[in-house]
């Protein structure tokens, strides 16, 4: 355990770097976007960064060079590229669950070593992965049967937040690369109406369960997978049609067999894979039989070009840590306390959703590594929904709103279907509210366009919101490898600037603690005396009277 690093972790407010960066933003505050293009054109080539197949336009956000030094001298300070190393050496950098982080050992190349406790884990990783292909490739090609011998047609994952979240996402992202006969559904909420509504179409006997669970304890994945198993034994009645019909993806090998799922179908993953980090892994199982074993491993070196990328670029080229180093400049220093992540690409429709997750379980903590509160802000609120559709909804708030929302827009060059006349425009629309969004429109240019007097104000833009524009050649497997894992960087980089222990999870787990606590109190027929506080006593006797 590095206790030095650990020592410093409550001290970044009282960094000269820190004190230097405060100084400066009072004097880019004022100044607009306009004013800063104005005076240097170049800014539009200079922060322009390119690597691992990505295109990243910061020209829009409030900085200026002496910023962005000062930025890249704090990331020094605070030690990112030792901790970085530190990561991918397997030390036990999840300070709090005494744990490795080792999210990129899942795409290590084969035959590369990353050790913990003397065992490589790599190895462990690839003997996974084949199981996956080899597993995955049965369904695909319909030698995997239900228990009455009918194809798979469809596959539903059971799991919730990591176990179910990138999956989720991954499903839409990759619909085009995906074979269209098996269909993907994702049961997550306790809510019946979740599973009801999920499986209402299906068919028990060609249904294959993913029962995708770290822990296999968790409350609602595994409430909906005993009504899984309910739901399929109610067509297939024998007991042993189980086996044809759920998998598990788990570390927990006595949970799984108590289920009944033969732990010869369980994938295994580690104790070093947070669940948010964790959808390369063998949660990824539905993703790889939608796609493929070979499309899997397309994404997988999708994520380690951008692992390659953040390992051994310098910080001044470094995508993920020039794009944390920003986020935590509009956070403490500029003071906006959220981010708006707007993806120009349907397929790309719960990136936002995901992402939201990463950033916000990992680095929403007010406690340093040393047991401190922050004096600093931390995660902002992550928020998004695509674009076009967003620019008919809150974006009016985004260009005129009292608060300023700093934004990622993400694209991509050319896109996965062939409908001709929507990608010029879809290119158009990101433009043009990068345009607006940052520069605005004065009221002169108003007036100028002819507007009544009394209009004017209420059409003036005003312009000097911060944006930054994420594009890659075109979607599909190996752009969301690295989409992902640029965004699982620049989460490392900010926490490692917070000083807070990005990868564990306190505040989730006393959720699930809660829930099964007041449980027992809303079975039918309770009558035990609630003893919780007031207000949930007051909630439970009315829930039962009802
Ligand atoms: C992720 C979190 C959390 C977790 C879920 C599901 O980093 O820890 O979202 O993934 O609570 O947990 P299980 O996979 O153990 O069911």
């Known amino acids: 355990m590095d206790t030095a690093f650990i020592a410093q972790s409550g001290k970044l407010g009282s960094l000269q770097e820190y004190g230097a960066l405060m100084s400066h933003a009072e004097v880019v505050r004022p100044t607009h976007l306009?004013?800063?293009?104005?005076?240097?054109?170049?800014?539009?080539?200079?922060?322009?960064?390119?690597?691992?197949?990505?295109?990243?336009?910061?020209?829009?956000?409030?900085?200026?060079?002496?910023?962005?030094?000062?930025?890249?001298?704090?990331?020094r300070a605070r030690g990112v590229e030792a901790r970085r190393d530190a990561m991918w050496r397997g030390e036990r950098i999840n300070i709090t669950e005494d744990r490795s982080v080792l999210h990129v050992a899942l795409r290590a190349a084969r035959g590369t070593k990353i050790?913990?406790?003397?065992?490589?884990?790599?190895?462990?990783?690839?003997?996974?992965?084949?199981?996956?292909?080899?597993?995955?490739?049965?369904v695909r090609d319909g030698s995997?049967?239900?228990?009455?011998?009918?194809?798979?047609?469809?596959?539903?994952?059971?799991?919730?937040?990591?176990?179910?979240l990138g999956p989720a996402m991954a499903a839409l992202a990759l619909r085009p690369w995906s074979d269209r006969s098996i269909a993907m559904r994702f049961v997550s909420n306790v809510d019946g109406d979740d599973f009801a509504e999920q499986t209402a179409d299906l068919d028990p006997e060609s249904t294959l369960f993913i029962v995708a669970s770290k822990t296999f304890t968790t409350l609602e994945t595994m409430t909906n997978a005993t009504t899984a198993r309910e739901w399929s034994l109610g067509t297939l009645k024998d007991p042993r049609s189980v086996a044809k019909h759920f998998v598990a993806v788990s570390t927990n090998g006595?949970?799984?067999?108590?289920?009944?799922?033969?732990?010869?179908?369980?994938?295994?993953f580690w104790d070093w894979v947070g669940g948010r980090y964790s959808m390369d892994s063998s949660i990824g199982l539905s993703t790889m039989i939608a796609i493929g074993p070979e499309q899997f491993d397309e994404m997988l070196a999708g994520f380690r070009e951008m692992d390659d990328h953040f390992r051994t670029a310098?910080?001044?080229?470094?995508?993920?840590?020039?794009?944390?180093?920003?986020?935590?400049?509009?956070?403490?220093?500029?003071?906006?306390?959220?981010?708006?992540?707007?993806?120009?690409?349907?397929?790309?429709?719960?990136?936002?959703?995901?992402?939201q997750q990463l950033e916000m379980e990992?680095?929403?903590?007010?406690?340093?590594?040393?047991?401190?509160?922050?004096?600093?802000?931390?995660?902002?609120?992550?928020?998004?929904?695509?674009?076009?559709?967003?620019?008919?909804?809150?974006?009016?708030?985004?260009?005129?709103?009292?608060s300023i929302v700093p934004m990622d827009l993400i694209g991509f060059r050319t896109p996965a279907h062939s409908v001709e006349g929507h990608q010029p425009l879809l290119m158009a629309n990101i433009l043009a509210q990068a345009q607006a969004l940052s520069f605005g429109r004065t009221s002169d240019e108003v007036r100028k366009d002819g507007c009544e007097e009394r209009l004017v104000a209420a059409r003036t833009f005003e312009g000097n919101r911060p944006i930054s524009v994420?594009?890659?050649?075109?979607?599909?497997?190996?752009?969301?490898?690295?989409?992902?894992?640029?965004?699982?960087?620049?989460?490392?980089?900010?926490?490692?600037?917070?000083?807070?222990?990005?990868?564990?999870?306190?505040?989730?787990?006393?959720?699930?603690?809660?829930?099964?606590?007041?449980?027992?109190?809303l079975e039918p027929g309770s009558k035990s005396t609630p003893a919780h506080d007031p207000a949930t006593n007051a909630w439970i006797h009315w829930l039962r009277e009802s």
């Open 144 to 164: 995997w049967v239900g228990w009455t011998g009918k194809r798979i047609r469809a596959v539903v994952n059971i799991g919730i937040g990591g176990s179910d």
């Open 115 to 138: 050790l913990v406790d003397g065992r490589d884990v790599v190895a462990d990783v690839h003997e996974v992965l084949d199981r996956m292909a080899a597993f995955s490739r049965r």
């Open 34 to 75: 306009r004013t800063l293009f104005a005076t240097d054109p170049t800014r539009a080539s200079w922060l322009c960064f390119e690597g691992a197949g990505m295109r990243v336009d910061h020209s829009r956000q409030r900085i200026d060079r002496g910023g962005l030094r000062l930025l890249f001298a704090l990331a």
């Open 470 to 521: 994420f594009m890659q050649s075109a979607p599909g497997p190996r752009a969301l490898g690295r989409m992902v894992a640029m965004y699982e960087h620049k989460v490392f980089t900010q926490g490692v600037i917070w000083g807070i222990d990005s990868f564990d999870q306190w505040g989730v787990e006393l959720g699930k603690k809660l829930a099964v606590h007041i449980a027992p109190d």
């Open 254 to 268: 006595s949970e799984v067999s108590k289920f009944g799922i033969d732990t010869a179908n369980m994938f295994g």
């Open 362 to 402: 990992s680095n929403g903590k007010f406690v340093c590594l040393d047991g401190s509160r922050v004096t600093w802000e931390t995660c902002p609120v992550v928020w998004g929904e695509t674009g076009t559709n967003s620019q008919h909804a809150y974006f009016q708030m985004l260009h005129q709103g009292s």
């Open 314 to 355: 310098p910080l001044e080229q470094n995508l993920p840590v020039i794009q944390g180093l920003l986020g935590i400049w509009n956070r403490n220093f500029l003071g906006f306390p959220t981010l708006a992540v707007v993806p120009y690409s349907h397929l790309f429709s719960r990136f936002p959703a995901y992402l």
